[in-house]
């Protein structure tokens, strides 16, 4: 697909036959161009043991391709049917309080049980030979959302005796791990592999060595699971795009291990829901009630096309949602401004969830393209309309930035781990760094702590407590501008001190020691020039670079050659002070959005998108002789302008 496309995500095994062929005629007047089908149709493919279904599938499949649509078929292995789970009932994921997450919903499966594995496989077998070469289907989904609903950790006795072999492999004997870990503190050594329980339930803390361990575990157990189905799909569905839908704030498994395996990273995007879940606090929600936080989506499209350098958007938010604490509904023009927003920073399509509103089961409340009774809803027109005007748009590519942001899954694990603040919350704090750049007005790439850093003008690494090794040399060589958040190299691989203290490996390069360090609750805060540091502090030992600013005497921000280090979490006001002065440093331009504007460049064409409740004037982000090719210098709330850059 090289044109970015629009689709739908369909569930045909809902609605009788006779409404395939009409739904499928629909699809393609409004735009669309391809659908998602079967990623929870395994009742339906398979009623009972080796009991077959495939005719309906055969039926739908061709109905729909025979419509012109292009197809993404998935597996069905998120929802393994009742017949199946009975036949292996520990097969059931366990909470952390060890009771097992029973049948009834969906993702209800462990992902270390190796039976159900091998029925993933026979399933994913019986569906790749008979659908592998079929000429419409461009695109293979594995399972669905993996983690949605907490589900990567399980605390059962398949992920324990699983997570045993995996240490096994891991150390070279359990002398080794004792001593990896630090379990002579309070008597935690073990003499055997096999003594090693899950770190859950236990009296006060695990140790957060365990802890990391675990989650490493776990992450590679979702990883081995994808593989399963990837390596049959590679053998007999040659050439299918392989891609899995991610989710937003999901940092439970290494997203960067799973992509490996793929050629296409997606996710799914809800705004709304997500700004009801992870918004910042009430007056924030309230301001972006109907179009959600303005750097959330955008921020997650950065990263998943960081991922393999190709991605998607598999489930685009069509109107309210059913599954946030409160479920508002976008202001009309949201959905196609989102849309327009995913393809600004290179999606190569985007599919809407879901065709028609469910009058059963757990989504009623979800809204489609259509309502329940097949009459069109909000979301199909603003569809129809990013169909005519992608059609009227040139080509364009998106281009390397000059700006990136570190990512690391591990390092949130630690964070995680031991946090030593309530509110030190790792990802907040990714977001924070990475909503002042978008207000700065700049293209970002987020990208892993283990990718190339070469051409970028300036690297942002918001936390890495676990430096990888090369990771500072290869920010020296990339000539870059360095931004550094607390924390970074404050720990070892297997969640140490390490032995020359923070920042460890990163020394040198920042060339300060850290000697101590404190959290501190809300409304506690060390003085900066126009802000503070809240929530944490370190004390500082300058052994060989600049003293930028001091706070009550401490040394607080610091620079050695083009590294300078944050030495506690900025609130907005440095953050952005920061980011700003660190861009101007790397020879970019600062171009204040405001507040609720924000633009996406791709090739010549830069978008631009209002998240705020009222019209914005866009003409600070415009250039002299651009063209505007979609709306105008005023932008309606909602809306988005789209113009070709003279240069
Ligand atoms: C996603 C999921 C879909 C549907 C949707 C509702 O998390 O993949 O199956 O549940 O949310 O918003």
């Not at 809240?534 to 004390?539: A, Q, T, V, Y």
Request: net charge negative.
């Amino acid at each position: 697909m090289t044109t970015p496309r629009l689709g739908v995500c369909y569930f045909p095994e809902h609605w009788p036959r006779e409404m395939w062929a009409d739904d499928a005629r629909r699809m393609v007047e409004t735009g669309l161009s391809f659908v998602r089908i079967g990623e929870f149709a395994w009742s339906r493919i398979e009623p009972s043991a080796g009991n077959y279904q495939f005719e309906w599938l055969d039926e739908a499949i061709g109905t729909l391709a025979d419509a012109g649509l292009k197809i993404i078929l998935c597996t069905p292995t998120a929802t393994p049917p009742k017949w199946l789970v009975d036949t292996m009932p520990d097969m059931l994921a366990a909470d952390a309080r060890g009771r097992p997450r029973m049948f009834g919903s969906r993702r209800h499966y462990d992902f270390a049980h190796e039976g159900y594995r091998k029925e993933c496989a026979r399933i994913v077998t019986k569906l790749a030979g008979r659908y592998g070469d079929h000429p419409a289907i461009v695109s293979w989904q594995t399972d669905n959302e993996y983690g949605c609903h907490d589900t990567v950790t399980s605390y059962g006795a398949v992920s324990r005796d699983a997570f045993r072999q995996w240490l096994a492999k891991r150390y070279a004997s359990v002398a080794e791990l004792n001593e990896a870990w630090g379990n002579v503190f309070w008597s935690k050594e073990y003499t055997s592999f096999d003594e090693v329980e899950l770190p859950n339930l236990t009296v006060t803390e695990p140790n957060p060595a365990h802890m990391l361990a675990y989650r490493r575990f776990a992450s590679d157990m979702v990883v081995e699971f994808n593989r399963v189905q990837t390596e049959i799909l590679r053998q007999h569905a040659p050439g299918r795009d392989l891609v899995h839908n991610y989710m937003g704030r999901t940092l439970t498994f290494d997203h960067h291990d799973v992509s490996a395996d793929l050629d296409v990273a997606s996710w799914d995007s809800y705004p709304l829901g997500f700004l009801e879940q992870f918004g910042r606090d009430a007056a924030w929600k309230r301001w972006y009630v109907r179009a959600g936080d303005p750097d959330f989506q955008a921020f997650h499209h950065d990263l998943y096309r960081g991922m393999t350098g190709r991605w998607s958007v598999m489930e685009q938010q069509p109107g309210p949602v059913n599954w946030a604490p409160w479920n508002p509904a976008p202001e009309d023009g949201m959905v196609r401004a989102w849309t327009h927003e995913a393809i600004a920073h290179g999606a190569e399509y985007v599919s809407y969830f879901r065709w028609r509103q469910a009058p059963f089961g757990q989504e009623q409340f979800h809204a489609g393209m259509n309502r329940p009774d097949n009459s069109p809803d909000l979301a199909i027109g603003e569809a129809a309309q990013v169909a005519r005007e992608l059609a009227d748009l040139p080509e364009a590519k998106t281009a390397r930035a000059d700006v990136a942001l570190i990512v690391d899954y591990p390092s949130f694990w630690s964070m995680e781990a031991q946090s030593q603040g309530e509110d030190y919350d790792a990802f907040s704090l990714t977001m924070r760094l990475y909503s002042m750049l978008r207000m700065a007005g700049q293209n970002v790439d987020v990208i892993s702590a283990h990718a190339d850093l070469s051409g970028y003008k300036l690297v942002v690494v918001p936390n890495l407590p676990i430096v990888p090794g090369g990771f500072a040399e290869r920010a020296i060589a990339s000539g870059a501008e360095l931004l550094f958040a607390p924390r970074c190299g404050s720990r070892t691989a297997e969640h140490r001190i390490p032995d020359n203290l923070g920042p460890g490996p990163l020394a040198d390069l920042l060339g300060v020691k850290v000697l101590r360090v404190e959290s501190m609750q809300p409304a506690i805060w060390r003085n900066l020039d126009g802000g503070v540091f809240e929530r944490w502090f370190e004390f500082l030992d300058v052994i060989d670079a600049k003293v930028i600013e001091k706070s009550d005497g401490h040394p607080a921000i610091t620079r050695k050659g083009r590294a300078t280090y944050l030495a506690g979490w900025p609130d907005e006001a440095i953050a952005r002070r920061e980011v700003d002065a660190a861009l101007e440093r790397a020879g970019l331009t600062v171009l204040e959005t405001g507040d609720d504007l924000r633009l996406r460049d791709r090739g010549n064409l830069r978008t631009i998108i209002n998240y705020g409740p009222g019209e914005r004037d866009c003409g600070h982000l415009l250039g002299k002789g651009d063209t505007v090719l979609v709306g105008g210098r005023n932008v309606p709330a909602a809306g988005i302008t789209i113009v070709e850059r003279k240069s």
